[in-house]
């Protein structure tokens, strides 16, 4: 049914040109967001139906996508031509502003997954440079890359303040739209706007901390290339400073081959540890990158294991915490010391939707054939399955081909040996 033509405060794009599995994700996220009061219009980017560009597993996605239930008030239009994302943000904008009279307009990726609140962060900081820098031309991001010239220069209220923006999601007032429109002809539409927002000493600003993650690779045709250790990866932006947490998860439906990668924030988080999540990131920008807090793990406990937790030692704590989520949430559970060599990907057979089992790393420094010590700073376990059934065990050279431990000792993680025997 065609929504009626009423007033809505918010008015979203989303530009769908092929990667319809990622776009699935898209739409589960921000199907569990708050969307009151917004207007969404999905445009369909990609060659039309009977295209033979398309397979006719991703035709079955593409057409699983348009009918997707969104809980939002939504337009769905179909192209009968391929075009690109400046065609559809015209349709989309121009349809939001003069029909659906949105006050703030949004662009949001169709290869992108959101917070819960993301739209209301957005919404306050709009709201904040409305009331503080009134007539000042702004964009307001939810995503703060770390790539290219993105770097942060200051801090603004509650706000970081960003030398430059990538087009993956940008909330803006709606009335700087006829000044933005004919820029959004150019394929290079984001430098344009965010130079001409510049010259005009406006602000381009981001969330702290972000509320959107982008999960496929930049551009459409992004190619791998070599990073500065030679090791061959996809030059994709991910924010270092967006997780999930519990409440996040627990809003979501999980999967057994979900993909997660949990931290403790009992574990000690350095620069150094910091450079290696943004590698694991890069190398897993498919998954959810889960944060745990003392309480959101407490809160896993029954009464009885919480009365032992809060009497133990720091290393009993972080063995009782990765069992408890790893057994609640399935996924990996990864020291803040470890650095990826590689994706993980290969370990974990994605199409088996039952996949039951867990899979240990061995350190190097382990001179034994049975590999009964080992490694507890880095796991995986499927849901509700046991740490001690369908063990599959990686020899030390093995795992030092995915992962290099740096820490000094194997006393920074959950010591599980006595878990797995």
Same mark, same amino acid.
């Given at each position: ?7 809505? =405060? ?16 898209? %739409? ?6 708050? %969307? ?19 397979? &006719? ?28 994302? $400046? ?17 703030? %307009? ?8 959101? !917070? ?6 957005? +919404? ?7 009331? #503080? ?21 200051? =801090?603004?209220? @509650?706000?970081?303040?960003? $030398? ?13 739209? &006829? ?29 702290? @901390? ?24 996809? /030059? ?18 999980? !999967?057994?081959?979900? =993909? +997660? ?6 574990? +000690? ?21 889960? #944060? ?5 793990? &407490? ?35 990864? $020291? ?39 490694? /507890? ?10 740490? /001690? ?6 020899? @030390? ?25």
């Amino acid at each position: 049914m065609h929504p009626l033509a009423v007033k809505y =405060r918010i008015g979203i794009v989303i530009s769908i040109f092929g990667r319809y599995d990622l776009t699935v994700r898209m %739409l589960d996220s921000i199907n569990n967001s708050d %969307l009151s009061d917004t207007m969404v219009i999905l445009v369909d980017e990609s060659n039309s139906r009977n295209s033979p560009v398309l397979s &006719e597993h991703d035709r079955q996605i593409s057409d699983n996508v348009m009918q997707y239930p969104l809980k939002a008030d939504h337009l769905k239009i179909f192209k009968g031509q391929h075009g690109n994302i $400046n065609h559809s943000l015209l349709i989309g904008f121009d349809l939001l502003k003069n029909v659906y009279q949105c006050q703030y %307009l949004v662009i949001l990726d169709s290869d992108t997954i959101v !917070k819960k609140h993301w739209l209301r962060e957005l +919404l306050n900081a709009g709201q904040y440079l409305d009331k #503080n820098y009134p007539n000042v031309p702004y964009l307001v991001s939810g995503f703060a890359t770390i790539n290219g010239g993105h770097c942060e220069i200051g =801090r603004m209220g @509650p706000l970081r303040q960003m $030398n430059d923006l990538g087009g993956i999601n940008w909330l803006f007032p709606s009335q700087q739209y &006829e000044q933005i429109r004919p820029m959004l002809f150019d394929c290079h539409f984001d430098n344009r706007v965010c130079n001409w927002i510049k010259k005009r000493r406006g602000y381009l600003c981001c969330t702290v @901390p972000s509320v959107v993650e982008h999960i496929g690779y930049i551009g459409l045709h992004s190619q791998p290339k070599l990073n500065i250790d030679g090791m061959l990866v996809y /030059n994709h932006d991910v924010s270092v400073d967006f997780y999930w947490n519990k409440n996040d998860l627990d809003q979501i439906e999980l !999967k057994k081959d979900s =993909r +997660l990668i949990h931290r403790l924030n009992l574990d +000690l988080e350095t620069n150094e540890s910091r450079s290696y999540l943004l590698k694991f990131k890069q190398y897993h920008y498919q998954y959810l990158h889960v #944060n745990w807090t003392d309480s959101e793990i &407490e809160s896993l406990l029954t009464p009885t294991d919480l009365e032992i937790y809060c009497q133990s030692s720091q290393q009993i704590k972080q063995t009782m915490a990765v069992k408890h989520i790893l057994w609640n949430y399935g996924g990996f559970y990864v $020291n803040q010391l470890v650095e990826c060599l590689q994706s993980l990907d290969p370990l974990l057979n994605y199409q088996d939707h039952d996949l039951t089992q867990n899979i240990f790393f061995t350190d190097g420094s382990n001179q034994t054939t049975n590999y009964t010590n080992y490694a /507890n700073y880095i796991m995986y376990g499927s849901k509700r399955c046991p740490l /001690n059934q369908n063990a599959r065990i990686l020899t @030390p050279e093995q795992s030092q081909i995915y992962v290099l431990y740096h820490g000094s000792d194997l006393t920074n993680g959950p010591d599980v040996s006595s878990l797995i025997r």
